[in-house]
């Protein structure tokens, strides 16, 4: 049986249907409209039939059948939106508890900053980091970070040695090559593994803290991370 694309149409919303009728035409967009003109149209057709050659009863099943489809098919679709919706609400729910924590997410950014703390004692130290990660997808026999200024030049490397598979956070002193301490700022890195000398595939992670959530009716929901910008929460590799 071949459902009416006409008839799929209308049921789902999607093109309004336009039907000739004794008055004129009728025009809508209506699932439940248009199955009230389906049964208008078929009692209308049972009743002028010819006495001599009535209609197929192959043919009223047939219509009756492809009416039923269309208004499973229109009920399902109701059923699935609402299922997105529900989906969506929970997901923001959930992202909203986010807001506050550090995270790493794939990105090569570096954020250099000085921060200053008081002992109880009352001296204070100072110190220079900047933290981000990699995720390996397998275990490495050597790890090697090469750090870059907003120039793209080489201000420090660190080498990692050997690390298990999965998320590895990498803190950084700020300390260069030469020995100096590097400015406060904005600084990109790059990760090479292997083991066994074959190469092992790497995801740069930059780290941030979700400042905000916003909750998209097209996009879906989006965390906005400082350091990272706006990303999605099924991106997030850790929680710090």
Do not use: C, R
Not at 39 to 55: A, E, K
Not at 140 to 150: E, L, T, W, Y
Not at 184 to 192: A, P, S
């Amino acid at each position: 049986m071949t459902v009416s694309s006409d008839l799929l149409s209308a049921m789902n919303g999607t093109t309004p249907t336009t039907t000739s009728t004794t008055g004129g035409s009728l025009t809508t967009n209506s699932a439940a409209a248009t199955q009230q003109e389906f049964l208008t149209l078929l009692s209308t057709q049972l009743q002028n039939q010819d006495p001599t050659n009535p209609m197929d009863n192959s043919q009223l099943t047939s219509q009756i059948a492809q009416l039923s489809t269309v208004s499973g098919i229109q009920q399902l679709n109701s059923s699935l939106t609402t299922l997105m919706s529900n989906l969506q609400s929970g997901q923001a729910t959930q992202a909203i508890s986010m807001i506050g924590h550090n995270v790493l997410a794939p990105g090569s950014n570096i954020q250099l900053s000085t921060s200053t703390s008081t002992a109880a004692d009352g001296t204070t130290s100072t110190t220079h980091t900047g933290v981000f990660g990699a995720q390996l997808a397998t275990a490495a026999d050597d790890v090697k970070v090469s750090i870059q200024d907003a120039n793209g030049k080489t201000v420090d490397s660190i080498d990692l040695g050997k690390q298990a598979a999965g998320t590895v956070p990498i803190v950084w002193d700020g300390t260069t090559s030469s020995g100096t301490v590097a400015a406060d700022g904005q600084y990109t890195f790059t990760v090479t593994a292997t083991a066994a000398g074959s190469p092992v595939t790497t995801t740069n992670l930059a780290f941030g803290n979700v400042a905000s959530v916003n909750n998209d009716p097209t996009k879906g929901t989006t965390l906005n991370v400082t350091n990272i910008g706006s990303i999605a929460p099924s991106t997030v590799v850790e929680i710090l």
